[in-house]
């Protein structure tokens, strides 16, 4: 029977979710769904931890809704202490929001404010990356540099730069790591000039690219380089953590891995484990003293449900569970496990490279291993690997234009940090027949 649901892919009928437990998510018919993306790389901690639910029931019988412009709660204070324990050193304020693009809205906002109490007022313009994703928000989208999701609404878009992202595998340069010298990092400071720094108040990158890319991993020198270069501009370094914090790839955030400091780092999805839209912005103590030192008292942000007590009461109960049960220690060594079993699928002739960290892996497919070139979109084959696995009862995501935009396909794998050996390795043969299939009806 029809519904009144606005479905994001009116061509098709979607499945009841009725319930979910662990790594699995079950339809109101029964049949249950190996979920290999964690509900889009937000689902943690697993489905169904009912700890979660207790906890959001509570606050909201305490009290649901105080005006954040009046009010704090304890759940936001507990969750801002929560975050900053384990945020990198310096970071010292968490502000709340609903989910990753507010918060890349909301860096880009701090950005600006820090540049105009610094009396440069020309300073508005952010640098970001091309196959990169931020949100969905005009703001959020304008640093994005995934091509087909910017398309329909470029009129709306500001002018931001973007730079090629370091994707050592293809690189967009022709170079070859290490004796590139890393002009990937190094277009950021040529980007800065040729702009003209006086125009550039930060830069945003994914930490380990998300669904845009597949989990391209940079080299290791790579954010000391960019932190460098940003340093010597006063350049705001934003790390967008959405998919990559809160355990995900093996760390607190995927930053650590690197060793750096951002200005800013924006989170999403982890922190609430996909049981409350919860996202946040966690700003570094040198952004703050100068703010407090201005004459200025606020940035406007103006989203009514800014630190709502019930999402962060999601949220502490979600960064208990992940401490409980040393998930980040979990994704680290189940992790690398999980992607050691992944790259088996490179015998496969189509599946070029695997890569990622922790329980973030990117299987990206060529049509040719020897040259890397990509497949032809005509073909269609990424969506035929994820028909197949869903007709084996496991969720993936398309992934297109990893290389420019328009060419390139992968798939971005990230299930629930809870799935064991077992389930993660039902992720790989399904994934390997799925494949199978598909390279088959290639060749026909």
């Not at 550039?200 to 930490?207: G, K, P, R």
Request: aromatic residues 10%; contains cysteine.
């Amino acid at each position: 029977m029809p519904n009144h649901v606005y479905s994001r892919t009116w061509r098709s009928s979607l499945p009841t979710a009725s319930k979910g437990s662990g790594v699995w998510v079950y339809d109101d018919t029964g049949k249950a769904y190996l979920d290999a993306v964690g509900g889009v790389y937000a689902v943690s901690i697993g489905h169904g931890v009912a700890e979660i639910g207790d906890a959001m029931a509570a606050q909201a019988r305490a009290i649901a809704f105080p005006w954040a412009g009046k009010f704090t709660t304890e759940a936001e204070i507990e969750l801002a202490d929560r975050v900053i324990a384990m945020s990198p050193r310096g970071i010292s304020r968490a502000y709340f929001v609903g989910g990753g693009s507010e918060a890349n809205e909301v860096a880009i906002k701090f950005a600006r404010k820090y540049h105009l109490v610094k009396r440069r007022p020309e300073r508005w313009r952010i640098i970001g990356r091309w196959q990169s994703y931020h949100g969905a928000t005009m703001g959020a989208l304008a640093a994005s540099g995934h091509v087909s999701r910017r398309s329909d609404f470029d009129p709306y878009l500001a002018d931001f730069p973007h730079i090629p992202a370091p994707h050592c595998y293809a690189c967009p340069f022709g170079a070859t790591y290490p004796s590139c010298g890393l002009r990937c990092a190094d277009e950021l400071e040529l980007t800065i000039r040729q702009e003209g720094a006086e125009t550039i108040a930060a830069f945003i990158a994914e930490v380990v690219t998300g669904a845009s890319s597949g989990a391209i991993v940079p080299p290791p020198e790579y954010y000391p380089r960019i932190r460098e270069i940003c340093d010597k501009y006063d350049i705001l370094f934003i790390a967008d953590e959405v998919i990559t914090g809160f355990a995900r790839t093996g760390a607190n955030f995927g930053i650590d891995h690197w060793g750096v400091v951002p200005d800013l780092i924006t989170c999403g999805k982890g922190i609430g484990s996909g049981y409350a839209p919860l996202g946040a912005v966690l700003l570094h103590e040198r952004i703050m003293n100068v703010f407090e030192q201005s004459a200025a008292t606020s940035v406007f942000t103006g989203y009514t449900y800014s630190g709502h007590p019930v999402t962060c009461a999601a949220g502490v109960a979600v960064l208990d569970y992940i401490r409980e049960h040393d998930l980040v220690k979990r994704a680290e060594t189940e992790g690398t496990w999980f992607l050691e079993q992944l790259a088996s699928l490179e015998r496969h002739p189509t599946v070029g490279q695997v890569r990622g960290k922790g329980f973030l892996a990117g299987v990206e497919f060529v049509a040719d291993k020897e040259t890397k070139a990509p497949l032809a979109p005509s073909t269609g084959f990424v969506e035929r690997v994820v028909k197949e696995a869903w007709d084996r009862g496991m969720v993936l995501h398309a992934g297109r234009g990893t290389r420019d935009g328009v060419l390139g396909e992968h798939l971005l794998l990230a299930p629930p940090l809870v799935a064991n050996r077992a389930e993660l390795g039902q992720i790989v043969t399904i994934l390997d027949e799925a494949i199978t299939v598909a390279e088959t009806a290639l060749s026909h």
